[in-house]
């Protein structure tokens, strides 16, 4: 299984987002280039059975290090010769650094590109000021159909809190309407949704899958991942494996401090003792192997007991990996919809409920109106056979294409 690392390269942004998994701006250093080299040395170790791996950049804004970027594909030129993995490069941005040379340098290295960008002005500029103050939709827009004149490939993540949920339908044709080819809806993991009840989720999801066939009605290919991954899951009869959280287990975050995460939404203030793996600087040597709580097979690659850990909570942090994709909660065993359910996402239950392997309502709710959703749209595709549809769906189910080495 291919295994995924991100590096959160820095918690300094020029944004002032309302919601913001990254930490302190202000009193946070950035990732140092001794630390870079121990963190690719991390991903190059956990990669070592699978020799596949997503490389990922993240921050705060992880353009604002673009130097470290440079010295990381530097580094993974040269161990590419000596100790070869399959590579794909993710760079998570707010689109707002994206000029034209800036685009050049990413289509070179053939970079795996998502853009942030909320919705239309009245939520971007509300949800993503600029630092300081100012509206971040005008920049942004720019910059996406710039991308889009250049051919630069991208995707879209637009993050929902309970405010903009009915606003769902009105987000989806705006990206329809600027071009965007695929695109997240991803819901703010951290706001308080206990006031929302789910037919907020079953009619605004369902606006969703109105906007979502009209596109395809008019010729247009889009991706929605509320609905095509769900669509997808139909095909396949359900989750497997590969679809699952892999926090701790494929999946891995190192902080500007090296300090090791089970997932980048984990890292924060960088001050969670207890969801701490260890630190690349402890070295690689340290990783060890221990069975997974939910599949007594199966393995997961955690890091062992560095000193730079106490004991007690690196216990905890590897019982909250462990545990992820262990259902508590006895309802999604018994749900007819578990198979199609994203209740094994260990970070969002997490921020919701405090454990990983305990969803909350809110997923509960916005899965279950995904499903519902997605089977709207194949039950209208089915009456009404789109071939810019089939051609969509043909196109889904190939794998993912990896690089040899960055350019």
Not at 121 to 150: F, Y
Not at 318 to 334: D, F, N, R
Not at 367 to 381: C, D
Request: charged share 25%; hydrophobic share 40%; proline share 5%.
């Amino acid at each position: 299984m291919r295994q995924k690392v991100t590096l959160s390269l820095t918690h300094r942004c020029n944004m002032g987002c309302r919601y913001c998994y990254a930490g302190n701006k202000d009193v946070k250093s950035d990732m140092t280039q001794e630390t870079l080299a121990q963190g690719l040395e991390f991903a190059w170790a956990v990669s070592e059975e699978s020799r596949e791996l997503e490389l990922g950049f993240f921050g705060g804004e992880p353009l604002l290090r673009r130097d470290l970027m440079d010295e990381a594909f530097a580094w993974v030129r040269r161990r590419q010769e000596q100790d070869p993995r399959a590579l794909a490069f993710i760079l998570t941005t707010n689109g707002t650094l994206l000029d034209e040379e800036m685009l050049q340098w990413i289509r070179r290295h053939r970079i795996h590109l998502c853009i942030s960008l909320d919705g239309p002005p009245e939520i971007q500029d509300v949800s993503r000021p600029l630092r300081g103050g100012g509206v971040s939709s005008r920049l942004v827009v720019a910059n996406l159909k710039r991308a889009m004149e250049m051919g630069v490939g991208f995707e879209v993540n637009a993050v929902y809190g309970p405010h903009v949920l009915p606003a769902l339908p009105r987000v989806t044709a705006y990206l329809h309407e600027l071009g965007v080819g695929a695109f997240h809806l991803t819901p703010d993991i951290r706001a308080d949704w206990e006031g929302t009840p789910p037919k907020a989720f079953a009619a605004s999801f369902a606006g969703v899958a109105r906007e979502y066939i009209r596109a395809f009605e008019n010729g247009r290919e889009v991706g929605v991942d509320v609905i095509d991954f769900k669509i997808k899951l139909f095909m396949k009869k359900g989750h497997g494996e590969e679809d699952r959280c892999g926090m701790g287990r494929n999946e891995w975050a190192v902080a500007p401090s090296g300090t090791v995460y089970p997932c980048e939404r984990l890292i924060g203030e960088d001050d969670a003792s207890h969801l701490q793996l260890g630190n690349v600087a402890d070295g690689t040597g340290v990783l060890k192997r221990v069975p997974r709580a939910d599949s007594p097979g199966a393995k997961i690659v955690v890091l062992g007991m560095p000193q730079s850990v106490p004991r007690r909570s690196l216990k905890k942090a590897k019982a909250t990996v462990e545990k992820a994709g262990a259902l508590a909660a006895p309802s999604c065993q018994e749900c007819s919809l578990a198979d199609f359910c994203m209740h094994w996402c260990g970070c969002s239950n997490y921020h919701q409920t405090g454990r990983s392997n305990l969803p909350s309502r809110m997923i509960c709710a916005s899965e279950t109106a995904a499903i519902l959703a997605s089977q709207m749209v194949l039950r209208h595709f089915e009456k009404r056979p789109n071939a810019v549809f089939e051609k969509h769906f043909a196109s889904l189910l190939q794998p993912v294409d990896c690089q040899s080495t960055p350019t």
